[in-house]
């Protein structure tokens, strides 16, 4: 178990450097050349070929969940212990601290950059969101966005699904979710990736951190049990 810890620390914090850090290039130092198409798709791109990535090289040893949401869905599909999910979650929320931490270091060295202005791809609703959505509207699309997501997953990696295909399923369903989901709140569906951010920059995200933390799980919840429905125990489709 210590090693499927292990990976999931890692792959959280590697997920959060990576995609965490192409949004803050693209709508923090704006790299995305004033162009916010651009910087979302980058963004979209950048966290969807990085968690491919990830899920071929660290999914034979843990699952590569690197997402608490993804762990609560695979708990209530009874594919995880309650034991291991926990070691996962805990493992999941260091990780994505670590990750920030992390970015947040190599980009403090640059004299553009300011954790108040410059940010650190933090999520939010309102004034913190490119549609100033309101909180229930943001609500809801965690929600909808993550079920979708852990949807997508736990069918791809059921027996009946093709194994050598999933980790590329995926990845592209994350790019898609998040070429939705900028525009609207900044995209979390994982509340590892949205509260190491949040911690460093403070403010309006982490009074609002919450919300992409609760939201992203009741997706995770909503995703098993529709699961469920069409999957048996067995692991067959249901007629």
Partial sequence: MSRKFLAEFLGTAVLVFFGVGVATLSFGFGADGASFAAGVVATA??????LMALAYSLGPISGCHVNPAVTIGALVAGRISLRGAVGYWIAQFLGGIVGALGLWGVFSSSPLYG?????LGTDGWGAASHIHIGAGGAFATETILTALFVLVIL????KTAHVATAAMVIGLTLTAVHLVGI???GTSVNPARALGPALIVGGTAIRQVWLFIVAPLVGGVLAALIYRVFHPANGDPAN
């Fill in 115 to 119: 954790r108040t202005t410059t940010g």
């Fill in 45 to 50: 791109l950048a966290f969807g070929l990085t």
């Fill in 155 to 158: 069918s791809v990696t059921s």
């Fill in 183 to 185: 525009p609207i709140t």
